[in-house]
């Protein structure tokens, strides 16, 4: 008979079991009525033990079943030791079923950094966190070495925690719309919504900057994204710019997103460096212009050369540059040739991204060819060795569902170069205060291991419409105590 505790375990884990196949790229339907793996599972000589099996082949996991003397404690350990046993035992079953070792072991629902963080906190060395984490995880070891890395650099930044706070901007407007989009930013078309959109903002923003102080904090980092700001006319950048800077001064750093090469102009550098923005963000995605016109993007490589020489010789200091590992179409020779354009372009910081296509982006309805797994951890690889090239260190790294080869997205930058609103964004360790449409605020509460959230409305419309609503949740967010 099966152990009622694993059964039930077994009963609602579904989703995470799901997760575990989809590692190995096994299709949902094997989920379907009659499922391809069965488990078994007992409670036996104060273990628990799960067997599953797909016909020829099986495996099995054992653990001691956790004991506490408090008995709500004792409940919760039980249930999380069942299910991390389904999960592994199935994890074992597909290694060896499909000979496919996952880059992220069984690493699924949790974020890898933390982790890291997890097994330094306990007081190990790097070098023993990397072993937990390759033991207890099967990562491949140059991705816990990875992790190992960026922890190191992380702790170098100013620390974040109670007395900070974030603030982000967004502008929900793009020249068009990505293919692989899955954002809910409009293309700014005829930009009759820009005026309305920017009263709102500007309504938000004039309501919602004397939280900060009010609250006992000071702004740490500033980022304006979307969308892309610099999508906006040139009247409405300057003022946008000028308004957040009057009401958000003195941040460690700001940063504004300039993705769109297309959407740069050599006013809105000049309005940029007027303001005292530290950071801008030129994204190419790829410098190939056969996929820039797949995936979209209605911009040229050559039009990203402009705009980075553009701003040098406006005197811009840090340039962050995005690519994109696994596009349509695109195979080992496009992403080096990117990767050579990025070392000559010398950005100073650069994010080599995974492509996930999400439900919601265009492309996931279109039968695109994509590079197979293999060949993206390829090209994430090469990505690698031209930040090494470019002498920077890796500081920011996060996975996604539905990303190529369950890969990452890693940030890298030249030392003292890391942007600590992307730290700050992945690790939760900062309080957010999120305006425009879209955006999220988060509370944390370091004492309770707790984050609390305030979204805003994404659709610009209901925005424009709802602006007062939107303002306070922000207030109850941010003014009241915990809730219980
Ligand atoms: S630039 Fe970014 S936000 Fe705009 S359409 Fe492309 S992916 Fe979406």
Redesign the pocket.
Known sequence: MMNAELTAALETIRPELMTVTRLFGLPESIWDDTPRYIPAAEETGGNYRITFTDGSESATRTVPVPNDPDPRVQALHRRRAARRLCKQALYDLCRKTTGIHPPWGSMTGVRPTHLMNEALADGLSPEEAVDRLVRDFDVLRPKAELLAEIAAVQSALPAPGDGWMDVYIGI?F?????A????S?G?IGDGRLVAPYMASLAEEIRACAPMIAGTGRKLRALYIG???PT?LPEKAFREMLSLVCEYFPGALETTVEA??PDSLSRDKIRAVQEAGISRISI?PQTMNDRTLRVI??AHTAQQVRDAYAMAREEGVRHINMDVIAGLPGEGEADFRHTMDEAVSLHPESLTVHTLAIKRSSRMSLENAPLPDGMLTAHMVALGLEAARTLGMVPYYLYRQKYMAGNLENTGYALPGHACLYNVDMMEETSHILALGAGGISKRIWPEEGHITRAPNVSNITEYIARTGEMIRRKQELFLESIPS
């Open positions: 929900p793009c020249p068009t719309r990505c692989y989009c899955s954002f930013s293309e979307g969308g892309t999508a993705g769109r994204n979209g993007r």
